[in-house]
């Protein structure tokens, strides 16, 4: 079936330790997002690629960068993870939307819960 | 920016009952798209249901429908005959071209 996958589920860090989360799509979608959710609050979106043209939300902080190597895949790196990035972090994608037509709905991975000890 | 208000943080309902989901936002913008997802324990997210917000009529998905009101920028969800299967955290989502923002969610729990 085509899905969105997030590896790993759980990831343990250090605190100031380097930490890169993946997600990777057989959708063929061309537009990719990356979320931060935390507990009992709303999905923050972080960034989204269409196709390779990164986006950055404006209040998105320089610790967090992203990599779209190819289509299918999307990572997350996280360059010096504090405390407070502890979170779930959803990746997800849907198809570009074209002049006309409606915004495609988003389809969600599982999720990778980092802990930051 | 938009922001999209889910004003009960919890709600439950009995099963084979109707509940109500309430979601408010706010919007300077003409052409946007409403959702609703769905995030079990444990699982992914996925859609419910959408609405555009140039079309007049609600949105139906079986048991699930929407009461659309533009003009009070209000987007409520309506669960029909509630299943267990039902319980999970509900977000209300805008979608426009330069925004996409959820609201903090409604966590249903459905009792048997």
């Known amino acids: 079936d085509a899905m969105v996958i997030q590896n790993p589920r759980y990831q343990v860090t250090q605190f100031g330790k380097p930490v890169t989360l993946s997600c990777s799509q057989t959708l063929n979608h061309n537009v990719m997002y990356w979320y931060q959710q935390k507990s009992s609050q709303a999905p923050k979106l972080l960034f989204h690629?269409?196709?390779?043209?990164?986006?950055n939300e404006a209040d998105t902080p320089d610790n967090f960068q992203s990599r779209r190597p190819n289509t299918s895949f999307c990572f997350l790196d996280i360059r010096s993870p504090g405390l407070g990035d502890a979170a779930m972090y959803l990746c997800?994608?849907?198809?570009?939307?074209?002049?006309?037509?409606?915004?495609?709905?988003?389809?969600f991975g599982p999720g990778t819960r980092l802990t930051v000890l | 920016a938009q922001t999209v208000t889910q004003s009960q943080p919890e709600m439950s309902v009995q099963e084979a009952e109707t509940v109500t989901l309430s979601c408010t936002y706010d919007?300077?913008?003409?052409?946007?798209?409403l959702f609703w997802y769905k995030q079990p324990p444990s699982r992914q997210m996925i859609l419910v249901i959408r609405?555009?917000?140039?079309?007049?009529q609600n949105a139906t998905e079986n048991r699930f429908s929407v009461n659309f009101q533009k003009a009070a920028k209000s987007f409520s969800l309506k669960i029909s005959d509630s299943q267990l299967g039902d319980a999970a955290m509900y977000f209300c989502a805008y979608r426009s071209a330069n925004d996409m923002r959820f609201g903090a969610g409604t966590r249903l729990t459905v009792k048997p």
């Open positions: 690629y269409y196709d390779k043209d990164f986006n």
């Open positions: 919007t300077s913008e003409s052409d946007y798209y």
């Open positions: 997800a994608t849907s198809r570009y939307r074209t002049s006309g037509s409606p915004y495609n709905e988003q389809f």
């Open positions: 609405q555009e917000a140039y079309k007049q």
